[in-house]
């Protein structure tokens, strides 16, 4: 059974940084394309970043050139670099994997940037 376990949310301001990680178990990680999606209060969820298994990534348009998503499938993780952090990017920041078309959600980490 696949486990994400997201960390290194937390409460920033306007401008600063983050990285958000997520430890995948029980899966094929190598092979599975990985993501971050985001959810703020009273909208929906929404991607932010994928990876696939060759390192090509996609982006949504309001993180590209301010977000990186990165992998290590020597250590079944996945990040996201989050720098020049905006109060809109505040949201519950989800994992994701997807592996033959099977979909797995980490439980989500709060990310707060005060303006």
């Known amino acids: 059974q696949v486990q994400l376990v997201e960390s290194g949310g937390g409460l920033v301001q306007a401008g600063g940084s983050l990285r958000l990680s997520c430890a995948a178990s029980?899966?094929?990680?190598?092979?599975?394309?990985m993501g971050w999606y985001r959810q703020a209060p009273g909208k929906q969820r929404d991607l932010v970043a994928s990876i696939n298994s060759s390192g090509g990534t996609n982006y949504a348009e309001s993180v590209n050139g301010r977000f990186t998503i990165s992998r290590d499938n020597a250590k079944n993780a996945v990040y996201l670099q989050m720098n020049s952090l905006k109060p809109e990017d505040t949201a519950v920041y989800y994992c994701t994997q997807r592996t033959w078309g099977l979909d797995y959600w980490g439980q989500g980490t709060q990310v707060t940037v005060s303006s």
């Open positions: 029980g899966g094929i990680f190598s092979i599975s394309t």
